[in-house]
């Protein structure tokens, strides 16, 4: 399963990068002017903390979009991808934060709505999700908690009251749910059961 950063991050590498006007500009004879220089969208540097950071300028604007982080040395070591952050609106800020272990994805942590905050974080092993916590009223506090067994959603969890407390259990068998439970008297255990 992909990511969800990466549907977004494909609609936004699909608007076009105005670095190359000036390549396109001098390839057809036309005039440019130091503003129309070719401006590579791809920078890399090394940061002096022990990383090499792969920076694209998605919309031109030229600040990094995506800034893929490697650590720095030799080797195959070197090319493993350590940490990506993403800045899915282009208002300079952090959106969404990837982290990576031995060339795989360990964690996804997204502002969906730009204030600066996690709302959603998913956790991956061995490639597929296993866990994803959403944060729903924005207050800082997931709750609603999804988990995953062999890619299925096998039980969700919830905090249906805002008092940071599960009171609310989905139990599922590939995929379909068969059972939900409430918590009814806030004693972090299932009063009621009820069947799908």
């Known amino acids: 399963m992909l990511p969800r950063t990466t549907f977004l991050l494909l609609g936004a590498l699909s608007l076009p990068l105005t670095a190359c006007t000036a390549a396109n500009k001098a390839g057809k004879g036309q005039e440019t002017s130091e503003e129309d220089e070719y ?6 540097v090394d940061d002096g903390e022990g990383f090499r950071k792969v920076m694209l300028d998605v919309d031109g ?4 979009d995506v800034t893929n982080f490697y650590r720095a040395g030799e080797g195959d070591e070197a090319n ?5 952050e993403i800045d899915l609106n282009f208002d ?6 990837q982290i990576w272990k031995d060339g795989a994805m360990t964690q996804e942590h997204i502002d969906a709505d730009f204030d600066g905050r996690t709302d959603w974080t998913d956790y991956y092993s061995g490639g597929e999700r296993i866990r ?13 908690i ?13 905090d249906t009251t805002g008092d940071s407390a599960i009171d609310y259990w989905e139990y599922y068998e590939e995929g379909v749910m068969q059972r939900s439970g409430w918590d009814l008297d806030a004693d972090g255990k299932i009063d009621r059961w009820g069947e799908q």
């Open 80 to 84: 493993l991808l350590v940490r990506k």
């Open 39 to 44: 401006y590579d969208p791809v920078q890399e």
């Open 61 to 64: 604007d030229h600040k990094a």
């Open 132 to 144: 994803a916590e959403w944060d729903t009223s924005f207050d800082g506090s997931p709750d609603l």
């Open 146 to 158: 999804r988990y995953y067994e062999g890619g299925k959603l096998a039980r969700l969890e919830m």
């Open 92 to 97: 300079g800020k952090v959106d969404v934060t």
